[in-house]
């Protein structure tokens, strides 16, 4: 067990921040305030970070697969868990996106707070650059995680996704619709210097 280096809280649910792992920030926050989980969901939480997004969903979802590429991330991600009482219906794995994942393994929804800043290469190198960094159009990730996404929905399934305006919102909805799902973006807030982050929901539409 990793130590953690500060305490972070979402209403009264509380996750300690180990390091290499990124704090939540005001995406997180509005990600996670209009989270909309489903009795019997079978959730995926892609990019978990400390897990805030997937502790949240498996208070009421039926279960939860937590993801990242970022070791330390899935580690914090599961003391998250034992912290808040909800390690019996979640489950951890280290993959980049979804490439671990067997063909078949569905989902009724998918998050993801996506990295979706414009940076450089070196951006990427650290584990806390790949929690934020999208390369060079910030859409590097983005435009690798639909077209696994979509593979991995049920029927009607639905993915939530965060994304900055820095980074193409009209491209984004317009490859969901590509792939045959409805999209409306669900909440977004304006920062400082000419961006606003926005949510995504996007459904399978069989």
Known sequence: MCLPIKRVWFQDTKFDIIDEVFEPSEDSFLFAENLDIHNGDEVLDLGTGCGILGVL?????????SVDINPYAVNCAKQNAVLNNV???????????????????????????????????????????RAWAGGFTGRDVIDRF???????????????????SLTDLNLTLQKFHEYGLSTVVKAERKLPFFESIHLIEAQSVP
């Open 57 to 65: 969903a498996a208070q009421t979802a039926k279960s939860v697969l």
């Open 146 to 164: 639909i077209p696994q996404a979509v593979t991995h929905l049920k029927p009607f399934g639905r993915v939530l996704l965060l994304q900055s």
């Open 87 to 129: 390690q019996y219906n979640m489950a951890f794995l280290r993959s980049d996106l979804l490439t671990a994942l067997n063909t078949g393994v569905l989902f009724d929804l998918i998050l993801f707070n996506a990295p979706y800043l414009p940076s450089e290469i070196c951006e990427i190198e650290t584990w806390i650059g």
